[in-house]
Each structure stands twice: as structure tokens, then as C-alpha cells.
């Protein structure tokens, strides 16, 4: 058991490190772009910019959410 | 060579020099602190089971998965790790974050060796232990960046071979100055890691994408891997601004972010 939770462990603080808004920010643009795919709203390589947009958005949010709530 | 295969080349060098900076420091503090036969015992056992990491779980990685899959699952777990970097870079830069340093991490690592009792003959379970834990933390980075890479580049054997002269070149390094490696502009590296990192994971996730797509073939960039320069340039002019913004922070949140942030 003792090893099964280290085991986790090691791969939480290397996979989403010591800022878990990293990787939600990265889920949640990814799951905005599936929406965005699903519904057809945007096609062709304009889908590729709006995921590249998008990823540089929540990255932006998660940044100013950890600025801001430290500052504070 | 074309602009992929450069990326892959400049990134998984620079990433496994800073990762081979950072694990050569606690060798070198249990070499010169508690003798350097289990020191590199421990590296070299170290160096062993990253071997055999790699082999299986590339192996595994590229028999197992559709390549629109392989790029969103990889692309996702190098952007993460791209963010992360230029999240702390960004931090760094406008004085949010303490820089890091060598000497400071071999000064502790020094200290902790002379704690424990000496060995007078056999292995030192503790420099071999150090040094075993040292390598292999680092070289899971090392690991991950190669494979992610390679798979995505196509290009395992240059991956590889990048990363090998990356560690090479600490190594030889080291052994000309014999002394921490705090000369080395350890965090200008890690900004451009973090760039390249960033870069290449959003250019690999959003192709990945394509796997929810009818026929799951990736997605189409503008330019096709020539887009990798425009997100690269993206990504340096918001890092940029948000350094630029974060020094006018007033200097009281600043000061109080200074001590929060790890």
C-alpha cells in the first residue's frame, strides 16, 4: 500500500508538478477545441489556430488565478 | 535536416543538458564528499533501469497506439511540462521566484554527506543512494523527452543521439572545472526549454486532436511544420508580456508572491 501511494505520488508531482492549473488549463482548452470540432463550428487548419489560441488563453488564466490569488 | 528534426535536436539537447547540470551536481558532491566508487556505482545503476524504461516504454508507446492518439496523449503530457517550465521561467524572470542555483544545491548536498558517518571500505550505501535517486529523478525528464520527441519527430535515433551529446557535454565540462557548475546560465536554459517545450507540445495536441475527427488522421497546421516557428514566436511574446507585467506588480504583492510561490 505504502508503495502504491508513493508510487502515485511520483508520477502526480511529475506529471502535474506543483501547479495542478497547468494541467487543468491544458484539459480545459483541449476540451473547449473538442466542443468547438464536435459542433463543427470552425474547420480545416482555422481549428488548429483556434487550439493554439485557445491553449495560450487558459494558460493565461491559470497564471493571472495564481498571481492574483497570492498577491491578494 | 528539416525544421522538425532541428527542433528535436535543439530541444532534447538543451532539455538533457539542464536535467544532466542538475544531476552531475549531487554526484559530484557525493564523488568529492564520500568517495567516487559508489558514487558512480549508483549512477551508473542509475543509468541502467532509465535504459530500460526508454526501451519498453517506447517499444510499448509505438506499437500500441493510432499516431493521431500518440500525438494528443504525448503532445498533452509535453505541453504540460513545457508550461510548467515557462510558468516558472516567466516567474523567475520577473523576480516572483528565487533563481536557481548550483552551488546552493551542492552546498546542501555537501553538508548531508558530511552528516552521515564515513565508510572506511565496501560500497557507501548513502553516495550510492544519493546518486542513484539524483540520476534517476533527473533522467525520467530525460526519458520522457526523448521518447516524446522521437515519437512525434519520427526520429527516435536523433533524439537519442542529442540527448547523449546534451549529458556528454556536462560530463566533459565537469571534469575540465571539477567544481559545481554554477557558471552554466542554468535558468536562461530552462526558459528556452520551456519555449521549445511549449511550442512543440501545442503544435503535437492540436494535430492529436484529429483523432475525434471520422478518419482519426491528425489535424492540418498552416504552413504544416513551419507553424512550429510561429507558435515558437507566440509563446516568447506572451512570456515577454506577462514578464514585463509582473515586474510592475507593487512591491508589496510582489514581495508577498516572492515568498509564496515554490
Known sequence: ?72 | MGITNWGLFIAVFVACFVEAVEATTIVMAMGFTRGWKSALLGTGAALGVLSVITAFAGLALTRWLPESLLQLIIGGLLLIFGLQWLRKAILRSAGLKSQHNEEEVYREEVAAAKHKGKLTSGIDSFAFGVSFKGVLLEGMEVVFIVITFGLTAKNIPLSAISAVIGVFAVLVIAFLIREPLSMIPENLLKYGVGLLLTSFGTFWVVEGMGYFQSGQGSLSWPGDNLSVLGLLAAWFLLSQLYILLLKRLPLTASQELRNDVS
Open chain 1, 1 to 72: 500500500m505504502m508503495f502504491l501511494k508513493a508510487f502515485g505520488r511520483y508520477w502526480y508531482d511529475f506529471i502535474i508538478g506543483d501547479d495542478w492549473k497547468i494541467a487543468a488549463a491544458v484539459l480545459s482548452a483541449l476540451l473547449a477545441l473538442f466542443i468547438i470540432e464536435k459542433n463543427n463550428l470552425i474547420t480545416g487548419w482555422w481549428l488548429s489556430i483556434a487550439g493554439a489560441i485557445l491553449i495560450m488563453s487558459f494558460f493565461s488564466i491559470s497564471l493571472i488565478i495564481d498571481v492574483r490569488s497570492k498577491s491578494r
